[in-house]
C-alpha cells in the first residue's frame, strides 16, 4: 500500500488518518468570511467528516509530536484550544526519533517543506493509510 501524501488504505480493517495542519486546522484559523471561499468551505467539510468517521470509532485518528509543535504555534489562544480538542480525539501519538528525522530530509529532497516531510514520515513510521496536507 502506498503510504504518501494523499493516498488513502486501510490498515487491520481501520483507515488510519495522521491528524496534520490540514483543513482542520485551516477552518479553524479562518475568520467566518473566509468560509465563503470554496477551498476552505471543502477543508472544513472533509475534515468534519473524518472527524465524524473517528468519533464513531469507523477510522483512527493518528497524531504526532509535529503536530504538538505546530499547535503551540497558533497565537490565539481561543483557536488552539479548538485545535486541541480536536487533536483529542487522536488515539494514538507517533514521537519524532532518528529514522523519522533522516526520512523528513529524504522526502524534503524530493520537494517537500520541512514540516511536510516530517508528517509523511512519522505516517510512514506508524504505516498510516491516508496523509492529510494543504500544502
Not at 65 to 78: C, L, Q, R, S
Not at 101 to 120: M, S, T
Request: charged share 25%.
Amino acid at each position: 500500500m502506498p503510504r504518501s501524501s494523499g493516498i488513502c488504505g486501510s490498515s487491520r480493517n481501520k483507515v488510519r488518518y495522521p491528524m496534520t495542519d490540514c483543513g482542520g486546522c485551516d477552518f479553524l484559523k479562518a475568520t467566518p468570511g473566509d468560509q465563503t471561499q470554496d477551498k476552505i468551505r471543502i477543508e472544513s467539510d472533509a475534515i468534519l467528516a473524518i472527524l465524524s468517521k473517528c468519533m464513531q470509532g469507523q477510522w483512527h485518528l493518528l497524531s504526532s509530536e509535529v503536530i504538538d509543535i505546530e499547535i503551540g504555534k497558533i497565537p490565539d489562544e481561543w483557536k488552539k484550544i479548538k485545535v486541541y480538542k480536536l487533536y483529542s480525539l487522536a488515539k494514538e501519538n507517533v514521537m519524532l526519533n532518528k529514522i523519522i528525522i533522516k526520512r523528513a530530509y529524504e522526502l524534503q529532497d524530493f520537494g517537500l517543506k520541512a514540516f511536510d516531510g516530517l508528517h509523511v514520515a512519522s505516517a510512514e513510521k506508524r504505516q498510516s493509510g491516508c496523509v492529510f496536507n494543504n500544502g
